[in-house]
Each structure stands twice: as C-alpha cells, then as structure tokens.
C-alpha cells in the first residue's frame, strides 16, 4: 500500500533562517506531488505542483520554492524565512485527473 | 476560476443527532468532490468523493453526500454523530490545469459534539 512520510512534525526557526521540510512517498511510482499551506483558521491554498522530477508548478507568488530531487521526494525550502510563512504545510499526492488526494501528517512551522 | 464555499464556519451537535455539513462549489464543467476530515495537528483523510454515477455517494464513518447539480452543492451527513466525529472537514473540487489536476478547497467547518 502507498504512504507518505513528512516531517519534522513540528519547527520553530527564527525569521531569516533558511528552511526545508521534506516528504517522500513510498508504494507508487511517478506521482503528481503537492505542497499546501494551512493558515490559522483558513483552509488550504496550493503553494506548489509537480508531475515529475524537476517539474514544479505554483501558482501564487511568495517567499518559498521546492525541487523534487527524486521520483517520490518533494521538498519545500526557503532562503529566509518570514514571519508570515508561519502555518501547517502539507504534503499530498495523487494519481493526476479525476483522482483524490492522500495527505501526509503535517508540518507546523512556526517562525519567530 | 473554480470555487468551494462553506457557509459555516461553526457547528455544535449534540451525540447521536443527525448532520448536515454545508458545501457549494463554482466550477464550469463536470465537478469533481470531495469531504475530507481532519483532526487537530493531523493531515487530511479522504471521507468520500464524487466522480459521476449516482449522486448519493457512500464514505467511511456512515457519512454520505449529495450532489445536486442545480443548486451547486454537496452536502455531508450523517444521520447519528459520535463524539469522535468532532474535527474540521473540508469540501474540495478537483480543478483541471495547464499542468494537471490542482485541488480547491473550501474553508473548512469545525464540528463540535456535546456529550
């Protein structure tokens, strides 16, 4: 059976401090990747998109970016963080269109 | 562009009372749906969704919806809660892009249940 894996569960860093949160996927091949951010009491925006290795999609411009090294490896980065980047990022993937999305835990961010 | 509306943000049941979570959608062709749960600090799992076929759709945890193509909705139920059930549940709509299929979700509504 497919799982995701994402972590740290939780993180607090400063503002400025650079960041990575990674999520793998295990049990599937070549799937269409995501990242979203939850803000406090707020549903869920896409922050990045990607159908195979090296492609990323976003769609709203902001102060992070991610790279997918590997097949079922999606990582979320950023140079310097802000105060604003704080929330609970989630990691999900899926099997392209008209298909559900299966999520990862959760990361909560929070920056300081 | 596609849309999810959830007009309560709130909503207190007491156990064992029914349940209608409210959902509209905007989307110009045939929608794809979804409800999905999440509990506090936890990610998201898929309760049910909607591709085609009948508009009654079954989900785990004796939830069910409704889709109603006139009216744009697709409401969650349940017909007896559990104190379990108290947690946040999101309305989706599979979007098709340039790129592939994005996912648009509502606001969510927190479920509260009273003893």
């Known amino acids: 059976s497919q799982t995701i894996h994402q972590w740290p569960a939780t993180l607090v860093q400063p503002v400025g401090s650079p960041l990575s949160l990674e999520c793998t996927v295990e049990g599937t091949s070549n799937p269409n990747l995501y990242w979203y951010r939850q803000a406090a009491g707020r549903g869920l925006q896409l922050l990045f998109y990607s159908v195979g290795i090296g492609q990323i999609s976003s769609e709203v411009p902001q102060n992070l970016s991610a790279s997918r090294p590997q097949d079922r490896q999606f990582i979320l980065s950023s140079k310097k963080l802000l105060l604003s980047d704080s929330g609970f990022y989630l990691c999900?993937?899926?099997?392209?269109?008209?298909?559900?999305?299966?999520f990862g835990q959760g990361t909560r961010l929070t920056v300081v | 562009a596609q849309s999810v509306t959830q007009p309560d943000i709130h909503i207190t049941v007491s156990e064992g009372a029914s349940l209608e979570l409210r959902c509209n959608y905007s989307?110009?062709?045939?929608?794809?749906l979804f409800w999905y749960v999440q509990s506090p600090g936890q990610g998201l799992q898929l309760l049910l969704k909607y591709f085609s076929g009948d508009t009654l759709v079954q989900g785990i945890k004796g939830f069910e919806a409704e889709f109603k193509r006139s009216q744009s909705s697709f409401n969650l139920r349940k017909p007896s809660v559990h104190w379990s059930d108290a947690a946040e549940y999101f309305c989706a709509v599979g979007a098709v892009r340039n790129y592939g299929q994005n996912f648009v979700f509502g606001p969510g509504t927190r479920l509260s249940v009273l003893p």
């Open positions: 999900a993937w899926g099997r392209g269109l008209n298909t559900e999305a299966f």
């Open positions: 989307y110009g062709a045939t929608p794809y």
